[in-house]
Structure formats: C-alpha cells, structure tokens
C-alpha cells in the first residue's frame, strides 16, 4: 500500500513559479493551529490518524496533484513488479484524475474505486466518473 501526500520542502525549492500564482497560500499561514499552507511537516499537512500508513505501507510525497510527478512512486512499483494499480483519495478531478493518467502513461492497469474518492463538488466527481472508462477499468 502507497499513500501519497501533496507537500512541499520548507523552503518551497519545489514550488514551481506557474503553481505559485495559480495557489499563492502556499507556504503561507492561514490557521496558526495547521502551519503552513501544503508544507511538510506543519500540523494540517498529514495524513489524519484513522488513514495513516500502517507499519510496511509506504508515504510518497508529492509536489505536484499527481503520484508520479516528481516522486519515486514509478521507480518503487516497477521494483515490487507491481502491473496494476487499486486507487483512492481526494480530490476526485484534481489529484485522483491526474494520477490515473500519470499511471496509465507508465503502463499500470487502474483500478478506480468510486466510493473511495470525492470532491468538493459533486458534479466535478461525476464528470470524472463518466469518463474514467478511458482512465481505468470500471470498479
């Protein structure tokens, strides 16, 4: 099991110039009891307890919205010989979307569990699903 996080270094090295102008909070303080906007290691960046990675099950983080971008996700699936791919999580049309494609690119056969992913809006989820026919096969 790989649970991924999107989560930037401290000094925000790996926040390109086009991320930072389309999400300036980056980095910045909104709620002093979370830290830092999307920065690893502040409070409001992790994985809540419930959903954490348990002893053997592995944390990638992210900096961009999909799995593979700048990780070693890719790398460590070819090595265990892993060929297909089980995948949840938030948001539906963002990092979902975009890692189903990410891994679709590298040769992996997705699996999509609709009932194990969601969005701020409703319709953005479904239009995901309506078209995740051509993302991965039907859960």
């Known amino acids: 099991v790989f649970h991924t996080l999107e989560a930037h270094a401290p000094d925000l090295r790996d926040v390109s110039p086009a991320k930072m102008l389309n999400c300036p909070a980056i980095g910045a303080v909104a709620d002093p009891t979370l830290g830092r906007v999307l920065v690893k290691g502040e409070p409001g ?22 799995a593979f971008f700048n990780t070693t996700l890719a790398a460590r699936l070819y090595e265990l010989g892993v060929s297909h791919l089980v995948v949840t999580g938030v948001t539906t049309e963002v990092c979902v979307q975009t890692t189903l494609r990410e891994a679709a690119d590298r040769g992996f056969v997705c699996l999509l569990v609709s009932d194990a992913t969601e969005s701020y809006f ?10 995740r026919p051509r993302l991965s096969r039907a859960s």
């Open 45 to 66: 960046n992790d994985i809540i307890p419930d959903l954490a990675p348990l002893p053997g099950e592995h944390l990638i983080y992210k900096p961009g919205k999909g």
């Open 122 to 131: 409703p319709e953005f989820k479904a239009a995901v699903l309506k078209v």
